[in-house]
């Protein structure tokens, strides 16, 4: 897009061959040989054959003269003497060696030179004037016999020179040309200074045109000499200095055409800054191979009649697809002084650009408007700049849009653009750049290009690029601000795209369907890496990496960590989430549900509706899920489709607030108590917070659609409810919940300790206690014990699978409606009671009757207080009725009557009594002991060895007294070896 700018390259490599022509060359290698004297032309003066100037021959009727101060061969065919040491010559021919191995050679039909001593001074050439400069081939010196290249060739009517004031001038047409220029002006005015060997000023008067080869500018230009090239030359052939700077100015109505009309350039003058290489010598032509005759048999004769008649002058073919250059003033060329150039430039290189009020090009579909438009050999660069305050440079382009910058530029080789200064892209309306909408920065944007042609996707041909300083970036579906914006190409249809500093990213899909739509995505970083697949139309992000505190932010929802990363699929709802990571100082809300998560790791699988949040293995640093009054804790937490199944893997803790009466709640209708809030039917129960803690070793999992939870491994719970609290222990623990709403995934959200646990199953070394503290009244407690523990809230049942205890503790006041039927009295049961309970086999419990029935072997012992002895019952089955024992509600926790069966023993003191059956009335401290069919009741004590033996018989605690219901046939008597307690 950017090749027309070798128009000012071009001006100026057409011009190199008039700059060298008059710039002093190497030392010239003259012919070798002795020579005669010979007669000299009148006013002309015989010199010594050593002497570098002398004349080697001269004659009217032809000869030559080599002028060793100019370095120069002149020859002519005829000679005619005039007063005052003027000659009038015909086909005057002179030579002299030029830079890089290159002869400049002056021929023409006459001449008259003014020689008032022994070397011509000034003088003219008139007629057919051509002034041709040619090198050998492969850059080295022309040798007699082998052909030449043509660099440039100069056609005129008339040129005068001066060789002291080393000046060379015409004020007739000019027209230079060469293989890839051909130039037309009028009025040409050189001034050498060979002292300084420097030119001082080349100026044209008047330029009607110059036509290019732009496809072989670059060629033209002269090579070095082969010494320079592959340092095998003399040490005086190695370029040592920096050579002469010259200016030239081409002024007044610049207009280019580019290959035809591929480009079209406007503006108001041209200026090229060019700096000559300054060798210290060698590689200059070896004259001594030329003819004397001016035959040089390795050329195209200069002397041919059709090229001094002007047939077939130009070198440079009409083609249609020449570029050409018109103007209306001067071409100028002076020396530059260093410090008033507008560009560095290098031995044998050349800077130039175009000026204008805006200089303009339009090529390809593109339009630039500029302060000046330029080029530069040494890099091969192009560029575009402003040279006014507030007129920046402005790129337009049908495809791309709008650029707007201070500068821009483009280097050919590298294939690198760049954008300098605050600026501003715009895209094209419609267009299909991977629906980007425009582009700014405050300080540049860079890239670079392949080689190959543009590819079928957004991409096209761009490698690398880069947007720096306060970048801001619109696309229909976001917006992205950051200090700096990097991309780079992966391979064919992939990239990478960082953004670093102060990164802040939105994004949300643009769709016509209302279903589709989402809510737009957040982005807060230090720094993001963006991997991108092109295709035609769009680019697609495949993989995002932000890191720095990033914060990703959706609606309510937000994620933090020091890295985030996600792999993104496009559906049709646009580019949605595979996979999101989120690394170090993690923490996440779900402003919807109320859910915090705090963590060192996070993984979310949106496809699979899972999300894996990890934390340390020590408990101070274990990740952390927070739902209202909730916290659940592990060292690697799983999340299942919003919460349907939660799990912890490892070790974990599970915390839940139940909230009682809070004068701050807000007003919520009590879905038990139409017409009053919440808040007012706990202030009226009194319903104090409720505290539930979990902990666990081996892992937990909640499926919140079948209402399950299973944690394992050292299993222990807490609850604290007011006075009242609990826990349970074991390997394993099962528990069946009511169906929680899908925003209740912490499961205990209820207004009880047992509310909402609809079965509970307790198993490995199983222990499950309840009770309550009372200062006053004194402490309850319950405890169950065995291999497997379980509870159905439904039909208020427990049991214990397998041998265990049950270990009570309670105060025993009670009330009763009816008489002692021994003596009349009410009982009260104000002192504590305590007792213990166990059995082999199993145990099942009615907590709303507080009835319970142990088989395998059961012992139980009671007792009231230390003053009173204890109770010892055994039996093979037993079933004991307590009150106050329902977890949550365990007011009194007082054993209240047992019936035992089978093998029974009752023990007090020293007191043993066994029977097939018992029942004893706790509140009436009484026990009535029963014998099956065939069998009796017997007692004995250490004490008294007298036995007893009966039917049926009621023993009265309080008293120690036993009254026979129904008596056995015999009496028999038992000794003090059948007292023993199994």
């Known amino acids: 897009m950017l090749r027309w700018l070798t128009i000012g390259g071009a001006t100026a490599v057409a011009l190199v061959f008039l700059v060298l022509a008059f710039q ?200 070095r000499p082969r010494a320079e090239r592959d340092g095998t030359g003399p040490e005086d052939a190695v370029q040592t200095t920096d050579g002469q700077l010259y200016a030239m100015l081409v002024d007044g109505g610049i207009r280019g055409l580019v290959r035809g009309d591929e480009a079209v350039l406007t503006g108001e003058r041209i200026e090229v800054l060019y700096r000559t290489r300054g060798d210290g010598g060698g590689g200059g032509a070896d004259l001594a191979t030329l003819d004397r005759d001016g035959t040089d048999s390795g050329t195209e004769s200069s002397t041919d009649a059709s090229v001094v008649a002007g047939a077939g002058r130009s070198l440079c073919p009409i083609a249609a697809d020449d570029t050409i250059v018109t103007w209306t003033g001067a071409l100028v060329v002076r020396p530059a002084q260093e410090e008033a150039v507008f560009a560095r430039v290098p031995a044998g290189q050349l800077v130039g650009r175009l000026v204008g009020a805006p200089s303009t090009l339009i090529a390809d579909s593109v339009e630039v408007l500029a302060g000046a438009i330029g080029f530069s050999s040494e890099r091969t660069e192009l560029w575009a700049e402003s040279l006014v305050e507030n007129e920046p440079v402005r790129l337009t382009s049908g495809d791309a849009g709008v650029v707007i910058a201070q500068r821009m530029s483009y280097t050919i080789p590298a294939r690198e653009a760049a954008f300098v200064g605050p600026g501003v892209w715009e895209a094209a309306e419609g267009s299909a750049r991977g629906g980007a909408k425009d582009l700014v920065w405050s300080d540049a944007m860079r890239f670079r290009l392949s080689d190959a042609s543009g590819k079928n996707h957004v991409l096209g041909r761009v490698l690398e690029a880069e947007v720096r300083g306060a970048v801001s970036a619109t696309h229909v579906d976001g917006h992205l601000e950051a200090e700096r ?163 912890v893997e490892g070790a974990g803790r599970v915390e839940h607030l139940i909230p009682g009466f809070d004068p701050d709640a807000e007003p919520v209708a009590d879905p038990l108590l139409p017409g009053l809030e919440v808040r007012d039917r706990r202030e009226m129960l009194n319903i104090p917070d409720t505290l539930i803690e979990i902990d666990w070793l081996g892992g937990m999992t909640f499926n919140r659609p079948s209402g399950w939870a299973r944690a394992t491994g050292g299993v222990r719970g807490t609850y604290v409810k007011g006075s009242e609290s609990g826990r349970a222990s074991g390997q394993e623990l099962r528990v069946e919940l009511d169906r929680q709403p899908r925003q209740g995934t912490m499961a205990f959200a209820l207004e009880g300790a047992d509310a909402g646990v609809r079965a509970l199953l307790l198993s490995g070394d199983a222990e499950l206690a309840w009770g309550r503290e009372d200062a006053e009244a004194g402490d309850t407690s319950v405890t169950l014990n065995g291999p497997s523990i379980a509870y159905d809230r439904p039909s208020a049942e427990a049991a214990v699978l397998g041998a265990g205890w049950l270990l009570y503790e309670g105060r025993g006041e009670v009330m009763l409606t009816g008489q002692s039927e021994a003596t009349g009295m009410i009982p009260t049961g104000d002192g ?55 977890p949550g509600d365990a007011a009194q926790a007082r054993l209240v009557s047992v019936e035992a069966l089978e093998r029974v023993q009752v023990v007090r003191e020293d007191r043993l009594i066994t029977a097939d059956g018992l029942k004893f009335d706790v509140v009436q401290s009484m026990v009535e002991l029963w014998a099956d069919d065939g069998g009796l009741v017997r007692q004995a004590s250490e004490q008294d060895i007298t036995g007893l033996a009966a039917r049926r018989v009621r023993w009265y605690l309080d008293r120690d007294e036993i009254d026979i219901l129904r008596p056995a046939p015999v009496v028999v008597p038992m000794g003090n070896e059948r007292f023993q307690r199994r």
């Open 485 to 647: 914006l990097s991309l780079v190409r992966l391979d064919d249809a992939s990239a990478a795209v960082l953004a670093e500093g102060g990164l802040i990213g939105s994004y949300a899909p643009q769709t016509e369907d209302a279903a589709l739509r989402s809510e737009p995505v957040r982005l807060v970083s230090e720094s993001a890496e963006l991997m991108l697949q092109a295709f035609e139309d769009r680019l697609d992000p495949t993989r995002l990496r932000a890191r720095g505190d990033a914060k990703l932010v959706q609606g309510r929802t937000m994620v933090s960590g020091e890295t985030l990363t996600g792999e993104l699929v496009r559906e049709e709802a646009g580019m949605v989430l595979e996979r999101f990571t989120a690394l170090d100082e993690v923490s996440a809300r779900d402003g919807t549900r109320g859910v915090d998560l705090t963590g060192d790791r996070l993984e979310i699988l949106p496809a699979a509706g899972e999300a894996r949040l990890f934390g340390g293995f020590d408990r101070d640093q274990w990740a952390t899920v927070q739902q209202a009054q909730s916290a659940l804790h592990g060292s690697e937490i799983v999340v299942v489709n919003a919460g349907d199944v939660v799990s």
């Open 24 to 223: 002093g060359g190497p030392e010239i290698v003259e012919p070798e040989g002795p020579s005669e004297p010979v007669a000299l032309p009148q006013g002309w003066q015989q010199q010594e054959a050593t002497d570098p100037g002398s004349l080697r021959e001269a004659t009217l009727e032809g000869g030559s003269i080599f002028l060793a101060e100019q370095k120069t061969w002149v020859t002519w065919s005829s000679m005619r003497p005039e007063p005052d040491g003027v000659f009038d010559i015909d086909r005057p021919r002179a030579r002299t060696a030029v830079g890089d191995g290159a002869v400049l050679e002056i021929v023409a039909d006459s001449g008259r030179f003014l020689v008032p001593d022994r070397q011509p001074r000034s003088g003219s050439f008139r007629g057919n004037v051509l002034i041709n400069l040619y090198r050998g081939r492969n850059g080295l010196p022309p040798r007699y016999g082998e052909d030449v290249d043509v660099i440039g060739r100069a056609y005129l009517d008339e040129v005068r020179f001066d060789l002291e004031l080393g000046m060379l001038e015409t004020s007739g047409p000019l027209h230079m040309t060469g293989p890839m220029f051909d130039f037309r002006g009028e009025g040409l005015l050189v001034r050498f200074n060979q002292r300084a060997n420097r030119l001082e000023e080349l100026r044209v008067d008047r330029g009607e045109g110059l036509r290019l080869k732009l496809d072989g500018v670059a060629s033209t230009a002269p090579d």
């Open 832 to 886: 504590p009671q305590k007792g213990f309970m166990q059995w082999h086999e199993v145990l099942t419990m009615d907590l709303s009757t507080g009835r319970a029935t142990a088989s395998g072997g059961v012992e139980m012992i009671y007792e009231t207080d230390e003053n009173e002895p204890s109770v010892y019952l055994d039996a093979e089955r037993a079933t004991a009725v307590f009150e106050g024992v329902t």
